[in-house]
């Protein structure tokens, strides 16, 4: 299976701050026949469910917040925040849907 | 409106089968390119992904539990069925149900999730 490493494992911020997360993958999650990247990022708030942000690397889903962000490619890709607020408080995950889906182990954000 | 909705026992006993039921609404498990998953997590630790069906029966495991898990669906209850056998205290954990896309044969992503239901393995 494909293993997901997320780091840092947490990461406190400033309110205004840009947060960065980066997930690292043990082989490509590039398709080259439509030169997607099958990886997609979850935001999950305390006590509750995670919540879809971004899927195909960068896309983002509808109602998601344009602080959100998501870039890379082949192995290596980043979930940027541009500008942290305090609701984005919580624990963000990627994962990988180019073989049998595994997540990476997770990033808290808090506010520092 | 999609909404999922996860429902079993609070509490399991050591080596008893578990039997958890998501029920959708909002689609059905009919739709073409849609199907839905199981996930759990442990108290304060990470999401694991358990199985996945899609619309056209196609189902996938986790390789570490698939010989402990089914999975099956009922179009016409709007109902996806997990089970999952000889269940032991270290399986105590929130479980969730979730919407998955397919973007090709066995894969996608999820973009609805249940509120998730607490299982709690002991004697």
């Known amino acids: 299976d494909i293993v997901m490493t997320q780091s840092p494992d947490s990461l406190a911020v400033s309110l205004g701050e840009r947060a960065t997360i980066n997930c690292k993958s043990s082989q490509s999650v590039l398709y080259s026949s439509n030169n997607k990247n099958y990886l997609a990022w979850y935001q999950q708030k305390p006590g509750q469910p995670p919540k879809l942000l971004i899927y195909?690397?960068?896309t983002r889903e509808s109602g998601v917040p344009d602080r959100f962000s998501g870039s890379g490619s082949g192995t290596e890709f980043t979930l940027t925040i541009s500008s942290l607020q305090a609701e984005d408080v919580a624990v963000y995950y990627c994962q990988q849907y180019f073989g049998p889906l595994t997540f990476g182990g997770g990033t808290k954000v808090e506010i520092k | 409106q999609v909404t999922l909705k996860e429902s079993g026992p609070v509490l399991v006993n050591p080596t008893e089968t578990l039997t958890l039921t998501c029920s959708v609404s909002?689609?059905?498990?009919?739709?073409?390119?849609?199907?839905v998953g199981w996930f759990r997590q442990p108290p304060g630790k990470a999401l694991e992904w358990l199985a996945h069906i899609f619309s056209n029966d196609e189902k996938s495991y986790s390789a570490s539990l698939k010989s402990r898990l089914t999975i099956s669906k009922d179009t016409s209850k709007s109902q996806v069925v997990l089970t999952m056998t000889n269940m032991d205290p270290v399986d105590t954990a929130t479980y969730y149900c979730?919407?998955?896309?397919?973007?090709?044969?066995?894969?996608?992503?999820?973009?609805?999730w249940g509120q998730g239901t607490l299982v709690t393995v002991s004697s």
């Open positions: 909002g689609f059905s498990l009919s739709n073409t390119g849609l199907g």
């Open positions: 979730a919407r998955i896309i397919k973007t090709g044969t066995f894969r996608g992503y999820f973009n609805y």
């Open positions: 195909w690397a960068s």
